[in-house]
T-cell receptor, first 113, second 115 residues
Framework: NAGVTQTPKFRVLKTGQSMTLLCAQD?????MYWYRQDPGMGLRLIHY???????AKGEVPDGYNVSRLKKQNFLLGLESAAPSQTSVYFC????????????FGDGTRLSIL | KQEVTQIPAALSVPEGENLVLNCSFT??????LQWFRQDPGKGLTSLLL?????REQTSGRLNASLDKSSGRSTLYIAASQPGDSATYLC??????????????FGKGTKLSVIP
């Protein structure tokens, strides 16, 4: 009963390095989301996807790219990491875009030095 | 722009007490409201989802109410237990254009239930 799985769980990067965060869901959900959670800021939407092969920008998309090549996977990329991107990143998925709950992964804790 | 506020930011109660967590939002044009629980170092667990046409939802010792016109929701926890200690987040789903319905989160209420 995996639900939403995020890898890796922790990562430390140096400024300027790149990396990809992977999100996988086994619930056959059409919609997937990437959020970041920062102290005192709450969760903010980075990018989202309404289906395989489609992506869209959320509230704070700058510095990130995403891809949804397979329905079950949603990748978040940092091309050139900056200290301001130090955060906890959460992936979520939902069956519908409007009236079904979002289900969250356990998060990836990313530190940029 | 939708804004969600949760008061208080932190709450400490003795075990067994009934308690209420508050959530308010600025734009009443919402599709639904979702309450989550977040344990330290963990992701969010969905507790209750209330559609805009509903007044309340119940699950076990939890009851969530929604007053859409006044922009308020409450989460009632009966007979609190130490295991209820966590941060509770409120999120509202609103239409944000181009077929997108986005969640706007509050900053949460950190609950501590003292044995």
């Amino acid at each position: 009963n995996a639900g939403v799985t995020q890898t890796p769980k922790f990562r430390v990067l140096k400024t300027g390095q790149s990396m990809t965060l992977l999100c996988a869901q086994d619930m056959n959900h059409e919609y997937m989301y990437w959020y970041r959670q920062d102290p005192g800021m709450g969760l903010r939407l980075i990018h989202y996807s309404v289906g395989e092969g489609t992506t869209a920008k959320g509230e704070v998309p700058d510095g990130y790219n995403v891809s949804r090549l397979k329905k079950q996977n949603f990748l978040l990329g940092l091309e050139s990491a900056a200290p301001s991107q130090t955060s906890v990143y959460f992936c979520a998925s939902s069956l519908s875009v409007s009236n079904q709950p979002q289900h969250f992964g356990d998060g990836t804790r990313l530190s940029i030095l | 722009k939708q804004e969600v506020t949760q008061i208080p930011a932190a709450l400490s109660v003795p075990e067994g007490e009934n308690l209420v967590l508050n959530c308010s939002f600025t734009d009443s044009a919402i599709y639904n409201l979702q309450w989550f629980r977040q344990d330290p170092g963990k992701g969010l667990t969905s507790l209750l989802l209330i559609q805009s046409s509903q007044r309340e939802q119940t699950s076990g010792r939890l009851n969530a109410s929604l007053d859409k016109s006044s922009g308020r929701s409450t989460l009632y926890i009966a007979a609190s237990q130490p295991g209820d200690s966590a941060t509770y987040l409120c999120a509202v789903r609103s239409y944000s254009g181009a077929g997108s319905y986005q969640l706007t989160f509050g900053k949460g209420t950190k609950l501590s239930v003292i044995p």
